[in-house]
C-alpha cells in the first residue's frame, strides 16, 4: 500500500521560513517523479515544483521562484520543500504526490496535505 506523508506546516509570520517534508512509501521511490502542489480557499490546486528522480526540476510558479527550493534524498525516499521570504498570498494546503512524470496537475500518488499558514 503506497502512502505519502507530508508534515512541517504551520503558521509563520511573513517574511519566515518552513521547510516541508514528504515521505514515500509502499513504493519504488527512485522510479517516481515528486511534486508538491497547493491549494489556497476558493482557488485551484495548482502544481508549485517537481523533481526527477535524477534531480532535474521543473518550477511551475513564476511568484515563488527564487524563495522556494525542491530537493529530495532518495535514500531516505523523502522530498523537501524549502520555503523562504514566506507571503502571506503563500497561505494554502501544501500537497506531496508521487508520479510517473513531472506535471503541474496530475500525479499517481497524493498526501493528505499539510496547512501553511503565512500572517502579515
Known amino acids: 500500500q503506497v502512502q505519502v506523508v507530508e508534515s512541517g506546516g504551520g503558521l509563520v509570520q511573513a517574511g519566515g521560513s518552513l521547510r516541508l517534508s514528504c515521505t514515500a512509501s509502499?513504493?519504488?521511490?527512485?522510479?517516481?517523479?515528486m511534486g508538491w502542489f497547493r491549494q489556497a480557499p476558493g482557488k485551484q490546486r495548482e502544481g508549485v515544483s517537481c523533481?526527477?528522480?535524477?534531480?532535474?526540476?521543473?518550477n511551475y510558479l513564476d511568484s515563488v521562484k527564487g524563495r522556494f527550493t525542491i530537493s529530495r534524498d532518495n535514500a531516505k525516499n523523502t522530498v523537501y520543500l524549502q520555503m523562504n521570504s514566506l507571503k502571506p498570498e503563500d497561505t494554502a494546503m501544501y500537497y506531496c504526490?508521487?508520479?510517473?512524470?513531472?506535471?503541474?496537475?496530475?500525479?499517481?500518488?497524493w498526501g493528505q496535505g499539510t496547512q501553511v499558514t503565512v500572517s502579515s
Open positions: 523533481i526527477r528522480w535524477s534531480g532535474i526540476i521543473t
Open positions: 504526490a508521487a508520479g510517473d512524470y513531472c506535471s503541474n496537475s496530475r500525479a499517481n500518488y
Open positions: 509502499g513504493l519504488t521511490f527512485d522510479d517516481y517523479a
